[in-house]
């Protein structure tokens, strides 16, 4: 079926550590992946993004590595920051069919910096 | 922020009431998606609206109705309320159906 889990529902780590958070998939159809961030009172905010035909992708601080072999995501912070604390989802979606556009989510992991 | 806008902010109904949720999206967008997340959750997917059609619908109950205006902005309707309708409403905006979509910061119902 169509459905996006995560493996740890929290994280707690260091400042300064480095965090990787784990997302599994289900859909082999789904060919882009998204990791979002949601703070307390706030709506997910985009943090970034992965398609199908690719591995790996690193943006400022993040990298988001994909093993479509185990249908498998995680998301790498390095230097974990305090203002990195907050609940991280990874999401699914398809760029053809009827679920064309939709986003489904997994439950998210909390992640909690401590200084 | 995103540049989408929703209200009202809080909302508290009673059981079988109806709601209406507003949403303003991003200048240049579109296209509107709502979300339900209950609490602990992760969103889940109700429908989407592209040039003010219905373009896909997940797995909620006919109660459960939208709207997008010629500005692209939306409301969402739920009809006759229950108490698993509490959670956080999102609604996020987009270029078009396969675009980056922004989420607004979303309007908490509780149904009592």
């Known amino acids: 079926g169509e459905s996006v889990g995560l493996h740890l529902p929290t994280l707690s780590v260091q400042e300064g550590d480095n965090s990787i958070i784990n997302c599994a998939y289900s859909n082999s159809a789904s060919d882009y992946f998204i990791w979002y961030k949601q703070e307390s009172g706030k709506g997910p905010q985009f943090i970034i993004d992965?398609?199908?035909?690719?591995d790996k992708r690193q943006g400022q601080r993040v990298t988001v590595l994909l093993n479509k072999t185990v249908k498998h995501l995680s998301l790498q912070i390095a230097a974990t920051q305090p203002g990195d604390s907050a609940v991280y989802f990874c999401?699914?979606?398809?760029?053809?069919?009827?679920?064309?556009?939709?986003?489904?989510f997994g439950r998210g992991t909390q992640l909690t910096v401590w200084p | 922020e995103t540049g989408v806008t929703q209200s009202p902010t809080h909302l508290i109904k009673t059981r079988g009431q109806q709601v209406t949720l507003r949403c303003s999206s991003q200048s240049g967008h579109n296209t509107v998606s709502w979300y339900q997340q209950a609490l602990g959750q992760g969103p889940q997917f109700i429908f989407q609206?592209?040039?003010?059609?219905?373009?896909g619908r997940g797995n909620f109950p006919p109660r459960f109705s939208g709207l997008q205006f010629p500005n692209y902005s939306s409301e969402l309707n739920v009809n006759a309320l229950e108490l698993d309708d509490s959670a956080l409403y999102l609604c996020?905006?987009?270029?078009?159906?396969?675009?980056?979509?922004?989420f607004g910061p979303g309007t908490r119902l509780t149904v009592t």
């Open positions: 609206y592209y040039r003010e059609e219905e373009n």
């Open positions: 999401a699914e979606t398809s760029g053809r069919g009827s679920t064309l556009g939709r986003l489904y």
């Open positions: 996020a905006s987009s270029r078009d159906r396969l675009g980056e979509q922004y």
């Open positions: 992965i398609r199908s035909n690719m």
